[in-house]
């Protein structure tokens, strides 16, 4: 679509039809993503675009991850760069690959500390009330990885944040 073509952004996505192959219902997973959901969920990687300079800058997937490398990798980019979204079916796809069927037990093991590393600098922004328990997670949680500094340093952004969601 000419909509992608002419966007100045970084990292365009849209919608993907999925096909579910036991019943053959078709459904759209799709629709804008802010913070809460990108945190909850991945962007469907048939349905996103970067631009070469995001490679440049951020680097590359992280192999360590054999099913959600993509999923890692659109953390980090969120935490980086405005996505844009596009309204529009990018991709058809059948249900049941392996991602659907893998549990990628590193990738949950270290999703809380690489979020607190990758937004480390804007977990006191206000972006960040709807996502607090995340942050009082990775306070509290025992072998995330986190050490006792970084631990601290999300008590006060969670304190923060639960402070501003009683005043709004």
């Known amino acids: 679509s000419t909509n992608l073509i002419k966007t100045d952004a970084g990292i365009v996505y849209g919608n993907v039809i999925i096909k579910n192959m036991g019943d053959g219902e078709k459904y759209i997973w799709g629709g804008e ?7 909850s969920y991945n962007i469907c990687h048939q349905a996103i675009f970067y631009h070469h300079s995001v490679f440049k800058k ?3 997937y992280n192999l360590r991850y054999k099913v959600l490398a993509d999923y ?4 980090k980019c969120f935490a980086n760069y405005i996505f844009s979204y596009a ?10 690959g392996a991602s659907t069927q893998i549990v990628d037990q590193i990738f949950e093991d270290d999703k809380i500390k690489n979020v607190i590393k990758y937004f480390k600098g804007k977990l006191f922004n206000r972006y960040f009330i709807s996502s607090r328990l995340l942050i009082q997670k990775a306070a509290f949680a025992q072998n995330t990885g986190i050490g006792l500094f970084t631990r601290l340093y999300c008590l006060l952004a969670y304190l923060k944040l639960k402070t501003h969601s009683l005043i709004k």
Do not use: E
Not at 33 to 39: S, Y
């Open 33 to 39: 993503f802010d913070l809460k959901r990108i945190l």
């Open 87 to 96: 309204d529009l079916n990018i991709a058809y796809f059948n249900l049941g």
């Open 72 to 75: 890692d990798f659109n953390l």
């Open 58 to 60: 951020l680097g590359n």
